[in-house]
Each structure stands twice: as structure tokens, then as C-alpha cells.
């Protein structure tokens, strides 16, 4: 009879086949695996009943359909292959707006692109639908993929060129030659290529020995989350614990590295979830339940059941969908920016951004989310494009909860290096995400078979306008001069937002006409909770045992954090740079030199080697951190350069022993300056998962490199703590915090002292309806 259920589930499948034949081909494969899993269970439940009477086997063929549908459904929202012969030019949709229809320009609309006539122009620019074919091409034509079926490509991006060749290239010259950088498990053994696209050859890279593995596929994420419904032993314990398999949610979660029993093979942890009566699973956990599967084998090593007491969380008041709200509030009117003119920004050639004094390189990536490369700003004076910085990208995110017991000491997390920052990116939704001026670019990405696929309008870039103010000034009426000048700030945003499960990150590049560039981070999306047996807090004897907050009846929002850390490569006017710590220091002037007890005195630190550069922010001992050219002057002899201001920010308090916190280190400091290196991009190391954290950037730094007047890079960690509250259930307000590059003495005055004021002839009339008090 389970042959039966077979061969209907197959053949369901099959006929959505040609279906996805333009979808990433990996989806098939998932939904074959997945009714697989589920023919065990029935299975299984078979061996429990010798004898299943008509409705149970109406009711396992029931359950069987429903899900295969469930699979199908989601295939809407995985990345899908392109074609690879389709011809298909882009298109931009124009819409009339009500107010002026002839005379406002409309920006562009987020478009369905194709890509298969993408060609790159930058030697930076990302590879193409195109190169990422040949790629795979030539990968399955190499010796070392022809003999083993068994391969996953983990990474296959641009191997950008030296850095002396993209600084020396200028439009019209030929592109260096094009190469792609893979790293591939072949095997069971990872190997890192170089690969010529123009001639073929493949390169083998050695990076030395390192501990841990590549970032996991797509794939590897997808099939883990179904692999355990092969086992009899979970699947007994899914169904003691009266979870219905329809309504059951897995998710991969990395486990970090805690000693040998974990070594010489890829493992991943499964915890799973009750998706009845909510979209918002993640607060209805299965808690005490986790599955050790092994990543390559897909099979379960180890399953611990611990929770077999802890009810699931109720599913009413958690859905947070707009369609499914009892009570919609309007708290405000629908606002938005109109530009007469159109956008001040251009995007030439898929990737070179211009705006107002502002040009730089912007590109989408798996690993980094997006990546701002060769940053110039205009001169006022001269006209000149000078260089700011020429790399600045996420390199690392680190997410450790702060609960030791058994289903929770590993939540440890890596986001980029160990799941993809890009990868996670998800598509932006139209005025929510980003303003009707925005400009949408797509990220194209290879798959683990190496097919190219497409995460669709991945990154926004739109002009900014919240009524801030770039400078003002108005003269008192004692002065007897009727003065009053604004200048108002407009900015221009390149924004991404990544889903990492259950959490949504929002990263900002701001660039401002005053030559500042901000660099934000909001984080939003849902908890990470925990299932309990509480319900309220008058039955908890000893709340800080909780690790967290109770948020509703049987849920604990655990305590965590946030570490993002960023690569800033700053080449200010020039590659050779220094690290100025300009440290504030409190003096004491004598009884002759004045009244005052005290003043502050800048005091000027030039680092020389690594070491000098690692600063933990302390606000009793303040600093500013400057990169400067020490062989670029102003016109009254100071160092041009750039400073990072940090914002709220927050550090570790972990053991620096703590398994986690020595694969975090670079957290130690949250600035570091190391000497130029094109292989040290990654402060987490280039292989993260279950890395023991020989890799990272606090390694490197220990080497205690030369730094001044060097092609330096600098590395900030941007930092919160999050005690979870009940504002966060069921899904949390953003909360966020930046830093800033900042120009010092980099001009020889304020840069936007001309720009012109707002003018009412230049906005449009909207004619809204003005408020009236009641």
C-alpha cells in the first residue's frame, strides 16, 4: 500500500516538473525528498498499527497531498535558474501619478530582469548570468569533478583583480581578465579555484589548513530541514509529542564548535516548530527537541528530547500578517517623496552609482550582502574625484544567546560566514521596504550544482529626505541683522535587508553631499524564543534562571547579541594611510594661567603597528580615530583625512576562552587596523562552520604588522545587547544604531557652503488636505 502512496506522490511531482523547469532545479529534488520523508512516516505508522482501517490510510493519503501542495506553493519564493538561451531585453514600467502627470519624471519601477544580456563593464563588477555558465561548464569538464558525482559549489564570485589594476583601469580601457574565485567540496574535501573564464583553467588556490568548512549551500540548509523526517525515532517523537506532520516547521541551526566529538565531519543541528494556526512558527517551538544530523550524509546522529513537559506556546496573537489583523489602525496619512525633475541619481552600467558630488562601484553578494568599492567624492574647490575608500563591506555577524542549557548553549551564530548574509537576502517589497524613487538592482548567484539563479530587486538605492537639515544659522535681533539661512539634507540610501530565519536585518550605506557616509544597521523580524512552563511571572522563583524574559503564556524571549563587524578599506586620497588616535585629555592649568580647575587637550597618537591600532571604546577615556595621508596636506599644513565616529554601540562581555567567543574574537576590540591583504576579508576566517577560530581577524592582527603610512583596513564592530521585552512579541519594532565616516581637514572648508536652499517654485503642489485642529 506505501507503494501506492509512492507512486501518487511521484507522479504529482512529476507533473509540476516541466513547471519548474525555469525554477532552481534544487526545488524538485527537495519536494521528492520531502514526500519521501513522508512515505516513511506513513511507514512507520503502518508498523505501529498492523492493521490500518480505510480512514486512517484516507487520512495519511490526506496529509500526504497537502503537504506536496504546501511544497509546491513554496517554490514562489525560492531563486529561480534563469533560461539560458531566452533573449529578453529589461523593462521599465512608468506610472502616472495623480498630481502632475506630464510634468513629474517617474523613477524607475522594480522590474522583472532576465539577465542573460548582462556583460560586465568594471573589473569589479559581479560575473554575469553568462560567466557564471561558463563557469560551470568548464568546473564539470575538469578532471576533478568528473570523476565523483557527489560535489557542491559553496561560493562562486568574482576573483577581483589586484587592487593596483582596478586603481589604474579607467573607462575605455580593456577589463583585466576575467576569473572566478570557487570554493568547492568535492568529495567530502574542500577545495578552493581559481578559474580562467576567457581560456579555461582552472587553478588550484592553497590557503593552508584551517579547521572548519564553507558556508552551507542553499541546499545544504534545505535538505537538513527535512532530513530527519527519515527517521523513525523523530518521527515517534514528533507524533508523541501531538504534532501533526502537516504543521511541522524545521529549521538548520549552525552548532558552532565544542570540542573533538564534533571534528572531521560537517554537522548541523535541527530544531523544529507548530506552524497550526499561525505564519509566525517560530513562537510556537517544540522546545528540549534537537536533531545532530550530519550535513553530507543526511543522517541523523543524535536525537535529544529534553522537553517532553514544556507545552507548545499557544498560535492566537501571533500572526503578524496585515491581512489577518481583527483591527487595522491608520495612525498615519500615506507620505511620500515627489521629485519634479526626477532622481539626482544615475546608475551607469549595472553597478556605478553617481549622485550629486558622490560616485562609487555598488555591487550584490553572497556572502557580504552588498559590497561599496572605489567610493569618490568631488572636490568643491578643484572639481576633482578624490579617492575616500575602496572596499566597505559586512564581513561578519556574530550572535551569540546567552543561555547554557542543553537545547540552547550552541545558538552561536555566524551569519555570513556560516549561512550567507547575501544569500539570506530576500527581494524588497516597494514602498515599504524602500520609497517610490528607488532604483532596484538584482543579485546573480550560483547555486550548489553551479547554476546561476536570481534573488530579485536584492538592493535599493533611493534619495533620502526626512526634514533634517544640513546647516542653518539666524542671527539674534540684537545683532540688528536679519539673518536666516538653511540648507536642507538630502542624502542617498543603498539599502539591503536580510532574513536570517527568523531575524531581519536592514543594512544603510548613506552618503551625504557634506562627504559623511553613515553606515546603519536595524534589526528587526522575530525572537529567537523558548517554550516554558510558565505562564506568568508570579510562579517564577528566581526570574534571572528564565535567560530571558517571559513574553506571553509559555514563551521566553531569550537574551542575546549583535555583533556586525565591517571591512573599510579607507584610501584617503591615496592608499597609503595612517590610524591617528586623537585621545582627550583632561589638564590642569596653574593658579596664574587661569580660574579654571580643568580643560581638555587633544593629544595626537600615531599607531605604528597592529596592536597600537586595537581600541575598546571606553566613555570615560575618549578618542577620535582618524585615517589620514600623512602626505596630503590642506592648505594650512593638516593631514587630509577621515574619522569614525561610533555611534550606540555594545561589546562583548563573553570569556575569552569561551569556545564561542574565540571564534568571535574579532569582538575583542571594536576597532582594528591591519596592513592591506587581499586574502584577510573575512574577520570570522574564510571557513567559519565549525571553525575553532584559528582564522580570524584577532589572529592576524597578532602578528603586530607595520601600519603607518600603509595601505591600511580598518574594522569597526557595530555591537547591541537585547534583553527581550514584551514590545517584542510577536514581532519586533526596528531598533537601530550606525557609525559614521566623517571627513576631517579633508576639505579646506564646509563643502556644501554653496548648495542652494528649497524654493517653493521648485516642489510640486499636492494639494493635501492641511490638518485642523479639532
Not at 535681533?477 to 540688528?480: A, H, L, Q, V
Given at each position: 500500500?506505501s507503494?501506492?502512496?509512492?507512486?501518487a506522490?511521484e507522479?504529482?511531482?512529476?507533473?509540476?516538473?516541466?513547471?519548474?523547469?525555469?525554477?532552481?532545479?534544487?526545488?524538485?529534488?527537495?519536494?521528492?525528498?520531502?514526500?519521501?520523508?513522508?512515505?516513511?512516516?506513513?511507514?512507520?505508522?503502518?508498523n505501529?498499527?498492523?492493521?490500518?482501517?480505510?480512514?486512517?490510510?484516507?487520512r495519511?493519503?490526506?496529509?500526504?497531498f497537502?503537504?506536496a501542495?504546501?511544497?509546491?506553493?513554496?517554490l514562489?519564493?525560492?531563486p529561480?535558474?534563469?533560461?539560458?538561451?531566452?533573449?529578453?531585453?529589461?523593462?521599465?514600467?512608468?506610472?502616472?501619478?495623480?498630481?502632475?502627470?506630464?510634468?513629474?519624471?517617474?523613477?524607475?519601477?522594480?522590474?522583472?530582469?532576465?539577465?542573460?544580456?548582462?556583460?560586465p563593464?568594471?573589473?569589479?563588477?559581479?560575473?554575469?548570468?553568462?560567466?557564471?555558465?561558463?563557469?560551470?561548464?568548464?568546473?564539470?569538464?575538469?578532471?576533478?569533478?568528473?570523476?565523483?558525482?557527489?560535489?557542491?559549489?559553496?561560493?562562486?564570485?568574482?576573483?577581483?583583480?589586484?587592487?593596483?589594476?582596478?586603481?589604474?583601469?579607467?573607462?575605455?580601457?580593456?577589463?583585466?581578465?576575467r576569473?572566478?574565485s570557487?570554493?568547492?567540496?568535492?568529495?567530502?574535501?574542500?577545495?578552493?579555484?581559481?578559474?580562467?573564464?576567457?581560456?579555461?583553467?582552472?587553478?588550484?588556490?592553497?590557503?593552508?589548513?584551517?579547521s572548519?568548512?564553507?558556508?552551507?549551500?542553499?541546499?545544504?540548509?534545505?535538505?537538513?530541514?527535512?532530513?530527519?523526517?527519515?527517521?523513525?525515532?523523530?518521527?515517534r517523537t514528533?507524533?508523541?509529542?501531538?504534532?501533526?506532520?502537516?504543521?511541522?516547521?524545521?529549521?538548520?541551526?549552525?552548532?558552532?564548535?565544542?570540542?573533538?566529538?564534533?571534528?572531521?565531519?560537517?554537522?548541523?543541528?535541527?530544531?523544529?516548530?507548530?506552524?497550526?494556526?499561525?505564519?509566525?512558527?517560530y513562537?510556537?517551538?517544540?522546545?528540549?527537541?534537537?536533531v545532530?544530523?550530519?550535513?553530507?550524509?543526511?543522517?541523523?546522529?543524535?536525537?535529544?528530547?529534553?522537553?517532553?513537559?514544556?507545552?507548545?506556546?499557544?498560535?492566537?496573537?501571533?500572526?503578524?500578517?496585515y491581512?489577518?489583523?481583527?483591527?487595522?489602525?491608520?495612525?498615519?496619512?500615506?507620505?511620500?517623496?515627489?521629485?519634479p525633475?526626477?532622481?539626482?541619481?544615475?546608475?551607469?552600467?549595472?553597478?556605478?552609482?553617481?549622485?550629486?558630488?558622490?560616485?562609487?562601484?555598488?555591487?550584490?553578494?553572497?556572502?557580504?550582502?552588498?559590497v561599496?568599492?572605489?567610493?569618490?567624492?568631488k572636490?568643491?574647490?578643484?572639481?576633482e574625484?578624490?579617492?575616500?575608500?575602496?572596499?566597505?563591506?559586512?564581513?561578519?555577524?556574530?550572535?551569540?544567546?546567552?543561555?547554557?542549557?542543553?537545547?540552547?548553549?550552541?545558538?552561536?551564530y555566524?551569519d555570513?560566514?556560516?549561512?550567507?548574509?547575501g544569500?539570506?537576502?530576500?527581494?524588497?517589497?516597494?514602498?515599504?521596504?524602500?520609497?517610490?524613487?528607488a532604483?532596484?538592482?538584482?543579485?546573480?548567484?550560483?547555486?550548489?550544482?553551479?547554476?546561476?539563479?536570481?534573488?530579485?530587486?536584492?538592493?535599493?538605492?533611493?534619495?533620502?529626505?526626512?526634514?533634517?537639515?544640513?546647516?542653518?544659522?539666524?542671527?539674534s535681533?540684537?545683532?540688528?541683522m536679519?539673518?536666516?539661512?538653511?540648507?536642507?539634507?538630502?542624502?542617498?540610501?543603498?539599502?539591503?535587508a536580510?532574513?536570517v530565519?527568523?531575524?531581519?536585518?536592514?543594512?544603510?550605506?548613506?552618503?551625504?553631499?557634506?562627504?559623511?557616509?553613515?553606515?546603519?544597521?536595524?534589526?528587526?523580524?522575530?525572537?529567537?524564543?523558548?517554550?516554558?512552563?510558565?505562564?506568568?511571572?508570579?510562579?517564577?522563583?528566581?526570574?534571572?534562571?528564565?535567560?530571558?524574559?517571559l513574553?506571553?503564556?509559555?514563551?521566553?524571549?531569550?537574551?542575546h547579541d549583535?555583533?556586525?563587524?565591517?571591512?573599510?578599506?579607507?584610501?584617503?586620497?591615496?592608499?597609503?594611510?595612517?590610524?591617528?588616535?586623537?585621545?582627550?585629555?583632561?589638564?590642569?592649568?596653574?593658579p596664574?594661567?587661569?580660574?579654571?580647575?580643568s580643560?581638555?587637550?587633544a593629544?595626537?597618537?600615531?599607531?605604528?603597528?597592529?596592536?597600537?591600532?586595537?581600541?575598546?571604546?571606553?566613555?570615560?577615556d575618549?578618542?577620535e580615530?582618524?585615517?589620514?595621508?600623512?602626505?596630503?596636506?590642506?592648505?594650512?599644513?593638516?593631514?587630509?583625512?577621515?574619522?569614525?565616529?561610533?555611534?550606540?554601540?555594545?561589546?562583548?562581555?563573553?570569556?575569552?576562552?569561551d569556545?564561542?567567543?574565540?571564534?568571535g574574537?574579532?569582538?575583542?576590540?571594536?576597532?582594528?587596523?591591519?596592513?592591506?591583504?587581499?586574502s584577510?576579508?573575512?574577520?570570522?576566517?574564510?571557513?567559519?562552520?565549525?571553525s575553532?577560530?584559528?582564522?580570524?581577524?584577532?589572529?592576524?592582527?597578532?602578528?603586530?604588522?607595520?601600519?603607518?603610512?600603509?595601505d591600511?583596513?580598518?574594522w569597526y564592530?557595530?555591537?547591541?545587547?537585547?534583553?527581550?521585552?514584551?514590545?517584542?512579541?510577536?514581532?519586533?519594532?526596528?531598533?537601530?544604531?550606525?557609525?559614521?565616516?566623517?571627513?576631517?581637514?579633508?576639505?579646506?572648508?564646509?563643502?556644501?557652503?554653496?548648495?542652494?536652499?528649497?524654493f517653493?517654485?521648485?516642489?510640486?503642489v499636492?494639494?493635501?488636505?492641511?490638518?485642523?485642529?479639532?
Open positions: 500500500m507503494a501506492d502512496i509512492t507512486k506522490v507522479v504529482l511531482i512529476m507533473s509540476y516538473h516541466r513547471r519548474s523547469a525555469t525554477i532552481n532545479t534544487i526545488t524538485a529534488d527537495h519536494l521528492l525528498a520531502g514526500a519521501t520523508c513522508l512515505i516513511n512516516a506513513y511507514k512507520l505508522s503502518g505501529q498499527s498492523a492493521k490500518m482501517d480505510s480512514r486512517n490510510l484516507i495519511y493519503l490526506f496529509l500526504t497537502i503537504i501542495l504546501l511544497l509546491l506553493l513554496t514562489t519564493n525560492i529561480y535558474t534563469l533560461p539560458l538561451t531566452a533573449n529578453c531585453t529589461a523593462t521599465r514600467c512608468v506610472t502616472k501619478t495623480r498630481f502632475f502627470p506630464s510634468a513629474i519624471k517617474q523613477p524607475p519601477k522594480p522590474t522583472t530582469r532576465h539577465h542573460t544580456t548582462d556583460v563593464h568594471h573589473p569589479l563588477d559581479p560575473l554575469t548570468l553568462t560567466e557564471l555558465n561558463k563557469v560551470r561548464h568548464i568546473l564539470l569538464s575538469n578532471a576533478l569533478f568528473q570523476n565523483t558525482n557527489t560535489f557542491a559549489l559553496h561560493s562562486v564570485v568574482l576573483d577581483e583583480p589586484d587592487k593596483s589594476v582596478v586603481t589604474t583601469w579607467s573607462h575605455g580601457d580593456p577589463l583585466p581578465p576569473k572566478a570557487v570554493i568547492a567540496r568535492v568529495n567530502s574535501e574542500t577545495h578552493v579555484l581559481t578559474v580562467d573564464i576567457s581560456n579555461g583553467e582552472v587553478m588550484t588556490i592553497d590557503v593552508g589548513e584551517h572548519g568548512y564553507p558556508t552551507m549551500t542553499i541546499e545544504d540548509m534545505t535538505s537538513s530541514t527535512w532530513a530527519p523526517l527519515g527517521n523513525a525515532e523523530f518521527n514528533i507524533m508523541a509529542r501531538g504534532i501533526d506532520l502537516k504543521d511541522l516547521a524545521c529549521l538548520p541551526i549552525s552548532l558552532g564548535w565544542f570540542g573533538e566529538k564534533e571534528e572531521n565531519r560537517r554537522l548541523i543541528k535541527v530544531q523544529c516548530y507548530s506552524m497550526k494556526g499561525t505564519a509566525n512558527f513562537m510556537r517551538p517544540i522546545e528540549g527537541l534537537t545532530v544530523l550530519d550535513m553530507d550524509t543526511k543522517q541523523v546522529v543524535e536525537i535529544v528530547d529534553k522537553g517532553k513537559s514544556i507545552p507548545i506556546p499557544k498560535a492566537a496573537g501571533t500572526d503578524y500578517r491581512s489577518v489583523q481583527n483591527v487595522k489602525n491608520n495612525l498615519v496619512n500615506p507620505i511620500s517623496i515627489e521629485q525633475k526626477g532622481p539626482s541619481f544615475r546608475v551607469e552600467n549595472d553597478h556605478l552609482v553617481k549622485w550629486a558630488n558622490w560616485e562609487f562601484h555598488l555591487k550584490p553578494d553572497p556572502r557580504a550582502g552588498v561599496i568599492s572605489q567610493a569618490r567624492v572636490d568643491p574647490n578643484t572639481g574625484m578624490r579617492n575616500v575608500m575602496y572596499k566597505g563591506f559586512t564581513s561578519e555577524l556574530f550572535v551569540p544567546y546567552m543561555d547554557p542549557t542543553d537545547a540552547w548553549y550552541f545558538k552561536t555566524m555570513a560566514g556560516e549561512y550567507g548574509f544569500l539570506q537576502a530576500m527581494p524588497l517589497d516597494p514602498l515599504n521596504d524602500c520609497p517610490r524613487n532604483y532596484y538592482m538584482d543579485g546573480v548567484f550560483a547555486a550548489g550544482d553551479g547554476k546561476p539563479y536570481v534573488r530579485s530587486n536584492m538592493v535599493c538605492v533611493y534619495e533620502s529626505y526626512a526634514g533634517d537639515i544640513g546647516w542653518r544659522h539666524s542671527e535681533p540684537i545683532t540688528g536679519e539673518i536666516r539661512e538653511v540648507r536642507p539634507k538630502v542624502t542617498l540610501v543603498v539599502r539591503m536580510a532574513s530565519a527568523n531575524y531581519d536585518y536592514i543594512v544603510d550605506w548613506e552618503f551625504q553631499t557634506d562627504g559623511l557616509i553613515r553606515i546603519k544597521v536595524g534589526l528587526s523580524g522575530i525572537l529567537m524564543v523558548k517554550g516554558t512552563s510558565y505562564d506568568n511571572m508570579n510562579q517564577v522563583n528566581e526570574p534571572e534562571n528564565l535567560y530571558g524574559t513574553l506571553s503564556e509559555n514563551v521566553i524571549g531569550v537574551i549583535h555583533y556586525i563587524t565591517f571591512y573599510l578599506d579607507m584610501d584617503v586620497d591615496g592608499a597609503d594611510n595612517s590610524f591617528v588616535k586623537v585621545n582627550l585629555k583632561r589638564e590642569t592649568p596653574s596664574e594661567e587661569s580660574p579654571r580647575l580643560y581638555l587637550k593629544v595626537r597618537n600615531v599607531a605604528k603597528t597592529e596592536k597600537d591600532a586595537q581600541v575598546k571604546l571606553k566613555l570615560y575618549p578618542s580615530y582618524h585615517i589620514v595621508n600623512p602626505s596630503k596636506k590642506t592648505c594650512v599644513g593638516n593631514s587630509v583625512g577621515y574619522k569614525l565616529v561610533p555611534g550606540g554601540t555594545a561589546a562583548s562581555l563573553l570569556d575569552h576562552d569556545p564561542p567567543q574565540k571564534r574574537a574579532f569582538t575583542n576590540n571594536q576597532i582594528w587596523v591591519t596592513p592591506y591583504n587581499k584577510e576579508e573575512w574577520a570570522g576566517g574564510l571557513f567559519t562552520y565549525q575553532q577560530g584559528e582564522d580570524t581577524l584577532a589572529v592576524w592582527s597578532q602578528r603586530d604588522r607595520a601600519i603607518e603610512n600603509k591600511i583596513v580598518m564592530t557595530l555591537g547591541f545587547h537585547h534583553v527581550p521585552c514584551q514590545e517584542d512579541y510577536p514581532i519586533m519594532p526596528t531598533v537601530s544604531s550606525s557609525f559614521d565616516l566623517k571627513p576631517v581637514n579633508f576639505y579646506e572648508s564646509n563643502p556644501i557652503l554653496n548648495i542652494a536652499p528649497h517653493e517654485k521648485d516642489l510640486p499636492c494639494n493635501a488636505a492641511v490638518a485642523v485642529a479639532a
